[in-house]
């Protein structure tokens, strides 16, 4: 097995083990993810949804990445959360994905 084949093995298992965990939390809805150059990894949501949600979380996650550097050029962005009314929107963006977790408001 070649070093390459070896990472994207790697790579997947630790994809599957994040989404186990991301599963196992209350109330998650859906989760999508997305690599860095905006291919879609997966995603337990419809895909019209899943393409408008990450088009809109993923300018918005540059805007708080930017606006975190220049409230400290040495700091980054590791993790934003949205909660509305109905629910919270959980980002982690990462240097090789952007993950995105609908989960119910238990407010709601």
Do not use: W
């Not at 070093?3 to 790697?10: D, P």
């Not at 291919?39 to 606006?67: E, G």
Request: net charge neutral; glycine share 2%; aromatic share 4%.
């Amino acid at each position: 097995m070649s070093s390459t084949s070896t990472l994207a093995s790697t790579q997947q298992a630790e994809i599957e083990e994040t989404i186990k965990r991301i599963q196992t939390h209350k109330g998650v809805q859906g989760f999508i993810l997305t690599s860095n150059d905006g291919s879609f990894v997966r995603s337990t949501i419809d895909n019209s949804t899943t393409m408008s949600l990450t088009s809109l979380i993923r300018t918005l996650s540059d805007k708080a990445k930017s606006c975190v550097r220049d409230l400290d050029p040495q700091n980054d962005l590791t993790f934003l959360r949205i909660r509305t009314k109905k629910q919270e929107i959980l980002v982690a963006p990462d240097k090789d994905y952007l993950t995105i977790v609908l989960q119910a408001n238990e407010q709601a």
